[in-house]
């Protein structure tokens, strides 16, 4: 478990290199390891999220149902990566999305109690709670921006660049999904790109 926690800590200093050890105990002193099987959810549609989650190993995959009943993945969650709705989080609103393992999962979690908390106690908490905003932020703004300014060949060549050690990892299903390439589509351009 401390193997764990000391993942964590690397990841919240590259985020914040001047967090204390006394912000740091208070904030290792929330924090709880959950272990998950694939197909188990982390977050479930239609239920509040309470808790900021960090994975350590695994593979989330997040999506939502949409009005005609279609599958739509959004994002996948990989290592080292933050896994949380923020939207419902902040709001505490039920989450409009499922995030589901694709693969055995440790994920360490910190109740949205406990950080607010550590804003009222600790500067330096602000300044984490404010960066991983931003780090949503980005993230959501790239996959905005890729469907506005990016073709499709585009949009799957750049997750190939970004993310080389998913490509194996998940279905063609979820990654049409994800680029909303049609699969038929999407093996057309796997074609041509290989015959390149």
Excluded at 75 to 94: G, R, W
Excluded at 95 to 113: D, M, T, V
């Amino acid at each position: 478990m401390q193997h764990n926690f000391d993942i964590y800590r690397q990841a919240i200093t590259g985020l914040n290199p001047n967090i204390t050890d006394e912000e740091w105990d208070y904030f290792q002193s929330g924090l709880t390891v959950q272990t998950f099987k694939p197909r188990e959810f982390y977050i479930e549609a239609g239920k509040k999220t309470h808790q900021l989650g960090f994975l350590i190993s695994g593979l989330i995959r997040v999506y939502f149902i949409n009005h005609l009943g279609e599958d739509i993945t959004i994002s996948f969650v990989k290592e080292n990566e933050y896994a949380t709705d923020y939207t419902s989080l902040i709001t505490q609103t039920p989450s409009k999305y499922n995030f589901q393992c694709l693969e055995p999962g440790i994920i360490i979690s910190q109740p949205y109690a406990h950080i607010q908390k550590g804003y009222d106690r600790y500067i330096g908490f602000e300044r984490y709670g404010r960066l991983i905003a931003e780090e949503v932020l980005k993230m959501q703004q790239k996959r905005i921006e890729s469907f506005q300014f990016d073709n499709a060949e585009q949009r799957y060549l750049n997750f190939i660049k970004q993310n080389p050690d998913l490509f194996n990892r998940i279905s063609l299903t979820h990654l049409s999904s994800y680029l909303g390439i049609e699969r038929p589509s999407l093996s057309r351009i796997r074609k041509k790109i290989v015959g390149l």
